[in-house]
């Protein structure tokens, strides 16, 4: 168990829907990154955020957005989904975040099916 | 042609064997090297990170890099059944501390 707890596990929903998806950290950890998992895709980078301000942004979809509150966890929300959003959502979580030794740690992530 | 390439296998082997992975790259920023490893409907945990080109060993596990070629390698000695999972190799630049990630590999180690 890595510390860093998501929720839903599953998510489910329709094309056209928004959902929201939450992190929360592990204890200490002021940084946290948002990833998506698609098999087409792998891995990919979507934002970083540290002690509740943006520090780096990947391929993100201006679709999606993400928020850390002052308690540190995380939310991603997708907006508009499409079939081609459904996939992996990890979200991982490190002391700094700005080092690039600093490990970091992923949650067991949510998987959102589109229908 | 993306950055980091990984050939996703599958990579089935009798226990005991060692199993090769290995990634290249194409961004010469990439200074920071992962590799972690993914077990089924679980999140990727991180098994061994470098910087420098050489070996780096710990256990079972020994990294490889070489910058000049733009080529990094895992091996897994006295591979075990637990070692059945995906592994993905991940890289850095030096002040971009998100990660880029390889397609992973899915490896099964058979008893």
């Known amino acids: 168990d890595s510390g860093v707890t998501q929720t839903p596990k599953h998510l489910i929903t329709a094309t056209g829907q928004r959902v929201t998806l939450r992190c929360s950290p592990r204890s200490g950890d002021l940084s946290v990154y948002w990833y998506q998992q698609s098999l087409d895709q792998g891995l990919q980078f979507l934002i970083q955020?540290?002690?509740?301000?943006?520090?780096a942004k990947g391929n993100i979809l201006e679709r999606f957005s993400a928020q850390q509150f002052p308690d540190l966890h995380s939310e991603l929300n997708l907006s508009s989904l499409e079939l081609g959003d459904s996939a992996l959502y990890f979200c991982a979580s490190s002391v700094d975040g700005g080092s690039n030794t600093d490990t970091q740690y992923f949650g067991p992530g949510t998987r959102l099916t589109v229908l | 042609q993306k950055e980091v390439e990984q050939d996703p296998g599958p990579l089935s082997v009798p226990e005991g064997a060692i199993v090769s992975l290995n990634c290249t790259y194409s961004?010469?920023?990439?200074?920071?090297f992962m590799w972690y490893r993914q077990y089924s409907r679980k999140g990727p945990e991180l098994l061994m990170y470098t910087y420098s080109s050489g070996n780096k060993e710990d256990g079972r596990f020994t990294a490889q890099v070489d910058k000049s070629s733009k080529y990094i390698s895992l091996f897994i000695r006295d591979s075990q059944p637990s070692d059945s999972a995906t592994y993905l190799c991940a890289m850095s630049g030096r002040h971009d501390y998100k990660l880029s990630f390889g397609a992973g590999t899915t490896v099964t180690v058979r008893a």
């Open positions: 955020y540290y002690n509740g301000e943006e520090r």
């Open positions: 961004n010469s920023a990439f200074q920071y």
